[in-house]
């Protein structure tokens, strides 16, 4: 039976660390800030918002929340994200999405600060990131990347199998683990016979979508499954693995939820402090 990543256990160990560097940020007279900026009326991203607030404030962390309604304008909304951009009290941004209709986001995106840009969706970190170079990067990649170090699983050298290209997630996650020297193959729609590569893989991320995709038989003995995928099956939340069948023949593997999702909120917080320690300078 496979070791649990249990990502709770994981934020427990982060967030210490994270309360040092806080305590190391007042020392120098700064309080960080974030801005969350929740446009339009949709339910759950005005939840994730409150949730948000209530996690950084649990920190200690200023969260003010600046609303606007369905009918901004992207004028409007450009030039709330272009001031709390320029705002010098103001250490990160998180913008809620989707955006209301009419609004483009990619227009949004590109008048944020991207030193202020805790989810890591500007170009600017998409950039940093692919050149190896320090920056504030999406938050459930950097989620999957603290469990595998919490746990020490070797990355230097290993296979590893990514299923999903996303921005947000499958192509952050694949140039982290290349970044630790992993060998990284990435699947996708068009994959022809994915198990053939899946059973490769000594790190398999799942990042689908598709609730049960990951079968037992598409996976390595002794492997390491980390299992970012959210859905919603009969009222209860799965990721993207047949969980049972494959922690049966895995190594080590994440549950959801209780897994990745579990750690993503804890890295927006670090985010977070590593912009204002950029700022402090
Ligand atoms: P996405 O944008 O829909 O991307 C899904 C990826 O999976 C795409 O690259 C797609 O390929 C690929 N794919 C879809 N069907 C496939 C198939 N049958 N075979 C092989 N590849 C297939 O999703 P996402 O935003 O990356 O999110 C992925 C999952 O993570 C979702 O379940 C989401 O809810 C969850 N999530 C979790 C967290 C967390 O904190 N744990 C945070 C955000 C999202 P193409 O590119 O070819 O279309």
Redesign the pocket.
Known sequence: MAMILDGKETAAALKEELVLRLAKLREKHYEPKLAIILAGSSKPSAMYASFMQKVAKGYGIDAEIFRASDAVTEEELGSLVTDLSADQEITGILMMMPLPKGIRAEKMIALMNPDKDVDGLTETNAGRLTAGKAGLFA??PR?VMAILDHYKIPIDGKKAVI????????KPVSLMLLSKNATVTI?????KD?ASITREADILV?????AN?VIADMVKEGATVID????RVDGKTV??VDYEAVAAKAGAITP?PG???S??TTMVIENIIAAGEKLAK
């Open positions: 938050c459930t989620a299923i999903g290209r996303s921005n947000v997630i499958g699947c996708h729609s068009h994959t994915i799942a990042a689908v979508g598709h995709y970012v995928g959210i859905n990721g993207d959801v897994g990745v999702g750690v993503t």
